[in-house]
C-alpha cells in the first residue's frame, strides 16, 4: 500500500494559495476495485486535471456533473525492504503494485451530492456523499469549512487568519492563536535574553581575572 502524493505536488506548483475544497481519499487496485476511504472539506490545491485513463467527477443531487478531474493512476511498487530475502519480498512487492491510494481534491460546491471514479469512461465507483446534515451535531465528514453543525473546535485545523483561533491548530500555526500564546513567548525570550546576557558577564569576568594574574606574574 503506497501513497501517492504527485497528484497534491503538481497542484501546489501550479497555485500559490490554497482555496477551500473537497479532498477525496481513494484507493484503487490494479483490476480497478475502487473504494472511498473518506472525504471532507479542508482548504487545498486543486489537484489538476490531465490526460489519464481515469476521470473523477462531482456531481450534484440530480448527477449533473459539477467538477472532472482527469488523471493516470501509477502503481508504484515498493523495492525489495533492506535486508529482505527476495523469496520473503515477493509478496509485498506483488501487494504494493496492485494498490495505489490517491487524495483528490476538487473546489468546493455546496450541492456536491455524488462522488464518482471513471475508468476508460466506465463508472468504477459512485458514492452518495454528504458534507453536513443539519442535525446540529458535527459528525464524520463534516467540520467547520462545511457545515454550521461543527464548531472551530472539530478536530480540524484551520490556520487562517480570520480573528478566530481555531483550538485545533498546534501551537504557532493559526496566527490567531498567537495572542493567546504570547505571554508565554514573552516569558521564554526573558530567559533567553538572561542566558546572554549571564554569559556576557561572564566572559568579562574571566578577562579581568586573567588580566589580573597576568599582572601578579609581572
Ligand atoms: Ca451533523
Ligand atoms: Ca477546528
Not at 45 to 67: C, Q, V
Request: include cysteine; charge should be negative; glycine fraction near 4%.
Amino acid at each position: 500500500m503506497l501513497v501517492l502524493f504527485f497528484l497534491m505536488f503538481f497542484s501546489i506548483v501550479n497555485a500559490a494559495t490554497p482555496e477551500k475544497a473537497i479532498l477525496f481519499v481513494v484507493s484503487i487496485t490494479k483490476d480497478s476495485n475502487a473504494t472511498l476511504e473518506n472525504y471532507f472539506a479542508t482548504k487545498d490545491f486543486i489537484t489538476p486535471s490531465e490526460a489519464g485513463d481515469y476521470s473523477f467527477e462531482l456531481l450534484d443531487e440530480k448527477k449533473n456533473l459539477l467538477y472532472k478531474i482527469n488523471a493516470n493512476v501509477v502503481f508504484h511498487s515498493l523495492g525489495i525492504p533492506y535486508g529482505w530475502p527476495l523469496e520473503q519480498s515477493k509478496d509485498l512487492i506483488k501487494e504494493t503494485s496492485t494498490y495505489e491510494v490517491l487524495y483528490v481534491v476538487f473546489p468546493f460546491f455546496n450541492g456536491a451530492s455524488y462522488f464518482r471514479i471513471k475508468k476508460y469512461d466506465k463508472t468504477i465507483l459512485e458514492k452518495k456523499i454528504n458534507l453536513c446534515n443539519y442535525n446540529g451535531t458535527c459528525e464524520e465528514h463534516e467540520n467547520s469549512l462545511s457545515c454550521s453543525d461543527c464548531s472551530a473546535s472539530d478536530g480540524f485545523c484551520v490556520p487562517d487568519a480570520d480573528d478566530m483561533c481555531d483550538p485545533d491548530c498546534l501551537l504557532g500555526i493559526d496566527p490567531d492563536c498567537e495572542q493567546q500564546s504570547s505571554s508565554k513567548t514573552e516569558a521564554r525570550g526573558a530567559s533567553a535574553t538572561n542566558y546572554i546576557l549571564f554569559g556576557l558577564l561572564l566572559v568579562i569576568v574571566l578577562i579581568l581575572a586573567y588580566n589580573i594574574k597576568k599582572r601578579f606574574k609581572k
